[in-house]
């Protein structure tokens, strides 16, 4: 069969353990030998590549992607391959495409149509078996799956904002054991999307149960993370501290002005409940504004009874005072707690091609230019846009940023979302920003511990088998990248470039990308916690 032989590669291979210098032979799809540098000769069918002066590294893991339509409408999906990610999971913020049933999955395909996009692709499965299956038909990355929290209320409560009877959280219970049974890894909540922040800790930590009987995780958007985070993370942290859960915080980071400086009493947090047993991970991204959707930002009162009776109220305008007042006044849980500063949210996308020239520009202009208040132009552009617009918010601190990747428990996590017309660049450029900006130009991680970060801690987050490390044996999901070339160039002017510096990037043993172009391989599949094990 043959292989590629990479001869004297700078090998990293994600424990943290320093660089040496070594010959590394590909074979079957696996690393089939590691042997000290020009001790292997090139075997018969192996290709040889002289690999000096370059870092091979396990494929990094994408900890919080919005990948689920993508990674199957477009085969492609350089996005993401591009970048070394070998590995996604997906299923974020407690809105996804399974499990769902024929009453649900057009609203949610709607609701979340300013994350995924809406492409012409069936949703021809309805549990998450079925979508794991989907997902195993060949894709460019691997990916993870994660049971939504907000699925399981629409399935059973629906969109109403009321606390969950006994039988319709005997029902989650259900549908989130055979989730989990199928091979999800875990579940993940959106506390600021409707209808996952109808839930209360008690909901919460009933599904935390039995995710823990799974040996999965807790991946929690968090109920604020602007002026309730700490409270927020609490929360959570609380939760699992209850139940025996595992808790990943998804995209953990500290914003708005009333954050400032906040990092280290939420790392006081984290570390005090890794010493009391608490097993606790995060991700973040590295970058200071966030993305989200326009319509995510409403107070959770006005989205009770699904996407068409949220058009309803904010068509017949008789809310419109009160929204004023809960985002401008008082500040809302869709807003994090916060009052709106319209400066600093922008339009990053739309779904209605007639409205592109709106992106770029922030609600505070758009609302100037045409004499509007804010709230007024946020109404008008959600109804015209069918609630699909999508936006940047320029709300992060650089110093919470550094601290908390420098954190021991951190992994990294795009949060990228991959539609509209200028995106956030993290979608395209996350984690070449990581090696770039943050481990060559400022020295916040060594190289050694951000592929740890990028890896091995989220390989082992995700109990995956023989996947993670550089290691003999192992499954051959690897990047090869120069580490003085290697730069992101997604900007947020230009937010679609693939990086620089990434020579080559294997899935499964396949070579996927050379020298930033697709080869046509896809060797991705879904790796099912059922399948993967505990290593």
Partial sequence: MPGTLLRRATVIDGTGAPRRTADVLLRGGRIAQIAPPGSLTAVEGAGVEEAAGLVLAPGFIDMHAHSDLAVLADPEHIAKIGQGVTCEVI?????????????????????????????????????????LDRLSHGTATNTAVLVPQGNLRLLTVGTADRPAGAAELADMRRILDESLAAGAVGMSSGLTYAPGMYADTAELTALCEIVAAHGGFFAPHTRSYGAGALEAYAEVIGIARETGCALHLAH???????????????????????????DITMDSYP??????????????????????????????????????????????????????????????GVGDPALRALVGRTIADIAQETGEAPVDAVIRIL??????????????????????????????????????DRPHPRSWGAFPRYLARYVRDLGVLSLEEAIRHLSGTPARRLRLHERGLV???WIADLVLFDPERIQDRATFEHPRRIADGIRAVWVGGELAVEEGRRTGSLSGKSLRATDEGTR
Avoid: K
């Fill in 287 to 348: 970058y200071l504004p966030g993305a989200t959707t326009l319509v995510a930002l409403l107070p959770s009162w006005i989205a009770a009874g699904g996407v068409d009776a949220l058009r309803d109220r904010l068509a017949a305008g008789r809310d419109r005072d009160a929204l004023v007042r809960a985002l401008d006044v008082d500040g809302c849980d869709g807003f994090h707690g916060e009052r709106a500063d319209w400066s600093r949210i922008q339009i990053s």
């Fill in 383 to 420: 109804l015209a846009d069918d609630l699909a617009t999508g936006v940047l918010m320029h709300i992060g601190h650089e110093e919470n940023v550094q601290a908390i990747m420098r954190h021991p428990v951190h992994t990294g996590g795009s949060d990228g979302i991959l539609v509209g």
């Fill in 91 to 131: 299923g974020q913020d407690g809105i996804g495409y399974a499990p769902v049933d024929e009453r649900i999955a057009g609203d949610v395909r709607r609701q979340i149509a300013g994350w995924n996009g809406q492409p012409g692709l069936e949703l021809d499965w309805r549990d998450m078996a079925g979508f």
């Fill in 471 to 473: 290691r003999e044996g």
């Fill in 252 to 278: 953990a980071t500290l914003n708005f002005p009333s954050n400032a400086g906040a990092a280290p009493r939420f790392l006081e947090m984290v570390d005090q409940a890794l010493a009391d047993g608490v």
